[in-house]
């Protein structure tokens, strides 16, 4: 009895270590979750409140992630200030907005920050945000309460959303996104009624 007890507390554990040291639990969320919680830190050590998660940002993060993993790091989208209304690699903003049922009026100020670091580096990647006086200015503004990060190969991306009604990237009415459809989206867009992206 004592030999099955012990082979069975064996099995146990060497289950749990399997678990975790498994790849499956140290995914890019865990990724995105570090990099959340250092720029936590950092806005504490500015006496700023915490960014708490924000559900539609954070869909939108994943989905721009996805979408712009296959990019290098010299793509534009890196190291320049795109605006939505102007040709950007984020032609599929207007798509993410819908699939993640954001209002476009309620992005106006919010902002996407993508960066791209080989391998996603932890700490390259914060000091990209922390240091780089680009993002600095955002990450250092009390207006942003919200946030969402996701990633994808070499790409970080963080969008910081407002606790104001025109930044806090609320849900869309389903009628209303099904009645103005992907040319109304763009004609929002295009009107400056959409995000700013600065990389």
Not at 106 to 131: A, E, F, R
Not at 174 to 198: D, E
Request: include cysteine; charged fraction near 15%; hydrophobic fraction near 40%.
């Amino acid at each position: 009895m004592a030999s099955l007890i012990r082979h069975s507390f064996f099995f146990y554990v060497l289950f749990h270590a399997f678990l975790l040291l498994s790849p499956f639990v140290h995914g890019s969320d865990e990724d995105d979750d570090n990099l959340l919680q250092g720029i936590n830190s950092y806005r504490r050590s500015l006496n700023l409140p915490v960014l708490i998660k924000n559900d539609n940002a954070g869909c939108l993060a994943d989905r721009i992630a996805d979408d712009i993993e296959d990019l290098p790091c010299s793509s534009p989208t890196n190291g320049a200030n795109i605006l939505p209304s102007s040709q950007s690699p984020l032609a599929n903003l207007p798509k993410h907005l819908r699939k993640c049922k954001i209002d476009a009026n309620s992005t106006q100020d919010g902002v996407i920050l993508p960066v791209c670091v080989p391998k996603l580096v932890p700490t390259l990647v914060l000091t990209n945000y922390t240091h780089s006086p680009k993002y600095v200015k955002y990450l250092n503004d009390s207006r942003f309460s919200g946030v969402g990060v996701g990633s994808e190969d070499n790409w970080a991306v963080v969008v910081l959303a407002s606790s104001n009604p025109s930044g806090n990237f609320a849900n869309a009415a389903g009628s209303l996104v099904s009645m103005f459809g992907f040319g109304h989206y763009l004609v929002f867009l295009l009107l400056g009624v959409s995000l700013t992206l600065v990389s």
